[in-house]
T-cell receptor, first 112, second 110 residues
Framework: KAGVTQTPRYLIKTRGQQVTLSCSPI?????VSWYQQTPGQGLQFLFE???????NKGNFPGRFSGRQFSNSRSEMNVSTLELGDSALYLC???????????FGDGTRLSIL | GESVGLHLPTLSVQEGDNSIINCAYS??????FIWYKQESGKGPQFIID?????DKRQGQRVTVLLNKTVKHLSLQIAATQPGDSAVYFC?????????FGAGTTVTVRA
């Protein structure tokens, strides 16, 4: 079974631009979550989707948004990029409920 | 809100010895806990999980212990190998999200 796939792996943007990151979950998984990982803040929850519905959202500004498609693939978008948005963005999928989330290898976003 | 923390940011262990990584959580309503391993350049990798109706669970060379009374869990790695060098995170679930601790960097000495 293929794992969680995130594209692109690396991305360089400049302040003020916007970016879209993509995540393909493990086949059959309907829950997709996004996390931001930085050296200073660690792993922080962004949002979770299940069957195209956002069920929870973390404490991030409205510049961070996401969506999930009918095939469970998910995208997250960050608008008006700031230097502090430089981070590793991780996507995780699970079958839902109290089942383990499985992570992709992330998208490394660098803001210049 | 929920906070999950690890007691030590780094752990150095001799190859072949056992490793113990500790974690404390704050939300007594948390009912599911997971340990992850993260190697450089990769995403967190699932190691083992435990539900709140258990106090111990064993996997291959790993054991997780859960003490709900003091809200503490630990990960024990038997016969630590060089490939075990990584950052280890504990996580607890609630409201459809994982709350992670800060991570413990394990370094295995040859």
């Amino acid at each position: 079974k293929a794992g969680v796939t995130q594209t692109p792996r690396y991305l360089i943007k400049t302040r003020g631009q916007q970016v879209t990151l993509s995540c393909s979950p493990i086949s059959g998984h309907r829950s997709v979550s996004w996390y931001q990982q930085t050296p200073g803040q660690g792993l922080q929850f962004l949002f979770e989707y299940f069957s195209e519905t956002q069920r929870n959202k973390g404490n991030f500004p409205g510049r961070f948004s996401g969506r999930q498609f009918s095939n469970s693939r998910s995208e997250m978008n960050v608008s008006t990029l700031e230097l502090g948005d430089s981070a590793l963005y991780l996507c995780a999928s699970s079958s839902g409920g109290n089942q383990p989330q499985h992570f992709g290898d992330g998208t490394r976003l660098s803001i210049l | 809100g929920e906070s999950v923390g690890l007691h030590l940011p780094t752990l150095s262990v001799q190859e072949g010895d056992n490793s113990i990584i500790n974690c404390a959580y704050s939300n007594s309503a948390s009912d599911y806990f997971i340990w992850y391993k993260q190697e450089s350049g990769k995403g967190p990798q699932f190691i083992i999980d435990i539900r709140s109706n258990m106090d111990k669970r064993q996997g291959q060379r790993v054991t997780v212990l859960l003490n709900k009374t003091v809200k503490h869990l630990s990960l024990q790695i038997a016969a630590t190998q060089p490939g075990d060098s990584a950052v280890y995170f504990c996580a607890s679930t609630g409201d459809y999200k994982l709350s992670f601790g800060a991570g413990t960097t394990v370094t295995v000495r040859a």
